[in-house]
């Protein structure tokens, strides 16, 4: 529940909040997290934010909270990083394929000519990055966008 008692008042009444998601977000039908700013504190928290959903058809957040203030999504820092396996093979036409395995996903990479071409994950919002042939220090700096 959303409420909290502030010291000698009532409870702030929750918001509704509807928010279209860019493109770019990358989420898929799992429940995001939501956390806002303690300005105060100088902390992230996610106390009262409650009823959080995520429609991937729509790309539309929606949420209720108790707080003005900036609120952010957030996932675990180890999310896409901690790799439990990779293996290199090759692939058509003199292409290596990459593929990397974590626990949330996998991600294969092409590498040709000293280029590189995402194949997967098939995610909409990747899709340019399945399009063309990126310079190594170029694609990966739009994997981390």
């Known amino acids: 529940d959303v409420?909290?008692?502030?010291?000698?008042?009532?409870?702030?009444?929750?918001i509704a909040v509807e928010v279209p998601l860019w493109d770019s977000v990358v989420l898929e039908n799992e429940a995001p997290l939501l956390a806002w700013y303690d300005r105060a504190a100088g902390v992230w928290m996610r106390n009262g934010i409650d009823?959080?959903?995520?429609?991937?058809a729509t790309k539309?957040?929606?949420?209720?909270?108790?707080?003005?203030?900036?609120?952010?999504?957030?996932k675990p820092n180890n999310l896409y990083t901690d790799i439990s396996d990779w293996s290199l093979r090759p692939g058509e036409n003199g292409e290596v394929h990459l593929t990397v395995s974590s626990e949330y996903c996998n991600v294969e990479?092409?590498?040709?000519n000293g280029e590189c071409q995402l194949?997967?994950?098939?995610?909409?919002?990747?899709?340019?990055?399945?399009?063309?042939?990126?310079?190594?220090?170029?694609?990966?700096?739009?994997?981390?966008r």
């Open 109 to 112: 990479i092409a590498i040709k």
């Open 3 to 14: 409420q909290e008692a502030r010291a000698g008042f009532e409870p702030w009444p929750a």
């Open 60 to 74: 539309m957040l929606k949420f209720n909270t108790i707080h003005f203030a900036p609120i952010s999504l957030v």
């Open 51 to 56: 009823n959080v959903s995520f429609d991937p």
């Open 119 to 144: 194949r997967q994950p098939s995610l909409a919002a990747l899709q340019a990055l399945r399009d063309q042939w990126f310079l190594p220090q170029t694609f990966c700096e739009e994997m981390i």
